[in-house]
């Protein structure tokens, strides 16, 4: 993965994929008021519970519908928690374990958040799946999507509560009816990864993809 946001940062930072080499940087809140507009650092009401960042060569696709869930795409990396321990450094890259995702809606798009572990974190060894991380730590988890946009005044995202069937076509568990484990989100990346090579390739066809930038695109 690819950290953006360390462990008890509240300041929030993002890819840039619409500028040349995707530099990482601090996202603003933008507001306008009597035609007198102005930026300010974004912070998040509070801190994510974990290593915020994303899985790097995945897209998810804006103009196909998500074989799960059933809706497109935002046209962003996929978003990833690490829930080891450690600190990772802003634009830290390091190997994680895959353990689940939350399946979130945002603005009626797939939003999936991939739940990781840091493979050299003392607990990766004994941690092979969601269902067992500690309740204590999925209920924080959940938690923190469910109130951090709301939090600063933005329309919540809401948890996909429709049936989900895994890779092979039998209903996926849910623990705590929230979370989907580690074989589900597999197959989630491998379609994301899918994707991004189709991108790359010249697969976009919409506008939401028109602006991003990759090493290799035409000008």
Not at 1 to 21: G, H, S, T
Not at 25 to 41: H, Y
Not at 42 to 49: G, K, Q, S, T
Request: net charge neutral; aromatic share 10%; with cysteine.
């Amino acid at each position: 993965m690819v950290a953006l946001i360390p462990r008890d940062e509240r300041a929030k930072y993002e890819v840039k994929e619409q500028i040349p080499w995707n530099p990482i940087q601090e996202d603003v809140n933008i507001k306008n008021a009597s035609g007198v507009v102005t930026q300010a650092p974004r912070y998040y009401a509070f801190a994510p519970p974990g290593n915020y960042g994303i899985v790097p060569q995945t897209w998810e696709n804006g103009s196909q519908s998500d074989a799960a869930m059933g809706l497109l795409g935002d046209d962003e990396p996929l978003d990833v928690l690490d829930i080891g321990e450690a600190r990772a450094p802003i634009g830290g890259v390091y190997r994680v374990k895959v353990l689940g995702v939350v399946p979130l809606i945002d603005r009626n798009e797939t939003d999936y958040k991939v739940l990781v572990i840091n493979t050299r974190d003392p607990r990766a060894a004994q941690l092979d799946d969601i269902s067992q991380v500690p309740q204590a730590t999925l209920k924080t988890i959940y938690t923190f999507y469910r109130d951090y946009k709301g939090a600063e005044g933005r329309p919540s995202a809401s948890f996909y509560q429709g049936p989900i069937l895994g890779p092979d076509g039998r209903p996926s568990t849910r623990p705590n009816g929230r979370f989907l484990g580690r074989n589900f989100t597999l197959g989630v990346l491998g379609r994301s990864h899918a994707a991004w090579q189709g991108l790359v390739a010249g697969g976009c066809v919409t506008p939401g993809c028109a602006a991003i930038w990759w090493p290799g695109k035409a000008a």
